[in-house]
């Protein structure tokens, strides 16, 4: 696609300068139209992020102020201290990290082992029930879980929820580590098995170590699947056991009004995972694109 | 690749005519004993398929049993048969919902895609601040969904919605946005592309960064323009990746929750109720769980359906 640069004159030499001059013209004109491409792409992104962080930093005069406010005058930390303050937000985050990584390092204890299973023994079954799960709606698992759940009395507790994003997370740990798994060198474990190391030691010992990279895309796929699903808390969470797109969302229904608030709630909720994207972009995609699974 | 071959040289074991004997008694014996770890690889999954087989294949098979039972959570169990499924087919607000949903996931489905696909072929090439970029574009799709559901919603405000003011300062009526039956859909498929078509850019970049270049040097000495060099070398070769793309954004279109949930709950009315909204509604606001599972059937059929038709593309040539 993109034009080579222009040549040393050596080769262009023979021809004409006015042929010159106009593949100089293209060009310059494609330079333009992709700058404009990518601006054109990537705006409603920018402005949408720059307009919720506005929305969050403004008292509530200007949140109302028609026409829109876009800098806030003076900024305010107000709405912050009172999503924290009035919503007990504390206890929402903590429920969400609690759930977020015990449903990722379950999923790696059970996920690790079992992507590497299957890329010994090529089960490809396996890896097609993994994909029939990506496809299934989230609604399907959580109608039998729940009465499930109602039925051991444990609705009302975290456990309900670190089981069922069990279901995000297990896949995707499994789908990338079979990946990556297969795609590296046996010739180190198999020296291992001639030095007579049992297949769990060549496991722990040389396979888990040299796919530390794949480990690492799959533990931050897993902890944002699991960190931003909603639908299953909604159903499972109670009063006090709610995770923070949980907490967010009412928030909305209680509050519908004071928009500063419910900003800075939304902007407390996706601050973990948009920090961890603009910090681990190659790993995240390395992951979506290979796996390709997304919950 | 293959357990049993790779990593030691090829050993001169079927041949008869070993080099050394120790050396491929070695591999003799490391052969056979690999041969009984392929079996005994299995352990390693057996931890993962008993939680794949509580928390996912379980769920499955009891939706099934339920499908066939009058199952509300008040307790009372009665098996009815097929009577759910048959229900359903003359239940004029699933037909609605499903009638809904295609059309959610039709558009849901093209626009990502064809916006994806230039994107990806935007980010193929080089230009300053390339990184950053990206990350910027690929920021919706990782944000968590409820926290952007709310923040659209406050930008559809009708009044003092930022949108509404964008509209009317260019010399735009203003619009109605998810206030209105008609443009409520509209609206919603306009937050999805603006989630998920990062997703597709990714799956297509990932198909164009493996591109040979040799094509393209032809076709440049061939004296061939950006558009006919995309149209007839880019796209053909890149097909089955838009296809990949194409398939998952079919899978989320159709599953689509959280945004539409969180901006309007199925409504106004029930004019963006889709399938899903309406099972999570029989589900936990009716508590009528044995047709929320019929329905739960309904819906993976579609699911599957739908999905294999587009794979089954895959194998067709690109013939415009």
């Known amino acids: 696609m993109a034009p080579p640069p222009p040549k040393p004159a050596v080769t262009r030499g023979e021809r004409h300068p006015r042929a010159v001059g106009r593949y100089r013209l293209r060009h310059w004109i494609n330079q333009a139209g992709l700058y404009l491409s990518v601006l054109i792409l990537v705006s409603p992104s920018i402005l949408f992020f720059v307009w919720m962080l506005s929305l969050s930093l403004k008292n509530e005069l200007d949140n109302t102020a028609y026409p829109p406010v876009l800098i806030p005058h003076p900024p305010t930390l107000a709405n912050f201290v009172q999503v924290f303050a009035k919503n007990d937000f504390l206890t929402y985050t903590i429920n969400s990290v609690i759930v977020s990584f015990s449903a990722t390092g379950l999923a790696l204890l059970f996920g690790v082992p079992a992507g590497y299973g299957i890329a010994k023994t090529q089960a490809t079954k396996a890896a097609v029930l993994i ?126 009004i004071s928009w500063g608030p419910l900003a800075a709630a939304a902007l407390v909720v996706t601050a973990p995972v948009l920090l961890l994207t603009l910090f681990m972009q190659k790993e995240i995609v390395a992951g979506l694109t290979a796996g390709g699974v997304k919950a | 690749m293959s357990a049993t071959t790779t990593g030691a040289p090829q050993g001169p074991t079927t041949s008869g005519a070993p080099e050394g004997p120790t050396a491929s008694g070695v591999l003799l014996a490391v052969r056979r004993r690999r041969h009984t770890y392929v079996r005994r690889y299995w352990v390693f999954a057996v931890p993962a398929a008993l939680v794949v087989a509580a928390v996912i294949v379980f769920p499955w098979l009891f939706t099934l049993v339920m499908s066939v039972h009058d199952w509300k959570v008040s307790g009372n169990v009665y098996y009815v048969g097929l009577t759910n499924y048959a229900h359903l087919l003359h239940d004029d607000r699933f037909l609605w919902a499903v009638a809904r949903t295609l059309y959610f996931t039709t558009a849901a489905v093209v626009l990502p895609v064809l916006i994806g696909i230039w994107a990806a072929v935007c980010f193929a090439r080089q230009f300053p601040l390339r990184g950053a970029a990206r990350t910027a574009f690929i920021l919706p799709m990782m944000a968590t969904p409820v926290a952007i559901a709310l923040v659209w919603t406050m930008m559809f405000h009708p009044q003092l919605g930022v949108l509404n003011y964008l509209l009317t300062s260019v010399g735009l009526p203003p619009s109605s946005w998810v206030y209105s039956s008609t443009t409520v859909i509209p609206t919603l498929v306009m937050v999805e592309t603006w989630q998920w078509t990062p997703l597709v850019m990714l799956i297509v970049l990932g198909g164009i960064s493996s591109l040979p270049i040799d094509p393209y040097e032809a076709a440049e000495i061939d004296g061939a323009n950006g558009w006919q060099m995309f149209r007839y070398i880019t796209l053909p070769l890149i097909w089955p990746f838009i296809v990949v793309a194409a398939v998952m954004r079919v899978i989320d279109a159709l599953k689509a929750f959280d945004t539409i949930f969180v901006i309007t709950n199925g409504g106004p009315g029930t004019s963006s109720e889709t399938i899903n909204m309406l099972l999570y509604q029989t589900a936990f606001g009716y508590y009528d769980l044995g047709y929320a599972s019929a329905m739960v059937l309904v819906f993976f059929v579609l699911i599957m359906l739908l999905s294999l038709v587009l794979l089954h593309t895959r194998q067709q040539e690109l013939t415009l």
Do not use: C, K
């Open chain 1, 131 to 256: 994909l029939i799960a990506r496809v299934t709606p989230g609604l399907s698992y959580l109608i039998p879980l729940f009465l499930v759940f109602q039925w051991l009395g444990m609705l009302g507790t975290l456990y309900p929820l670190i089981i069922t994003h069990l279901v995000l997370t297990v896949p995707i740990v499994v789908w990338i580590m079979i990946g990556y798994f297969e795609g590296l060198p046996v010739a180190l474990e198999e020296s291992a098995l001639v030095d007579g190391a049992t297949i769990w030691q060549a496991f722990r010992y040389v396979a888990v170590p040299l796919a530390r990279p794949g480990i690492m895309v799959a533990t931050i796929l897993a902890f944002i699947f699991s960190w931003n699903n909603f639908i299953f808390g909604v159903v499972l969470a109670g009063r006090t056991t709610r995770t923070l797109p949980v907490a967010v969302y009412n928030v909305l229904t209680f509050e519908q």
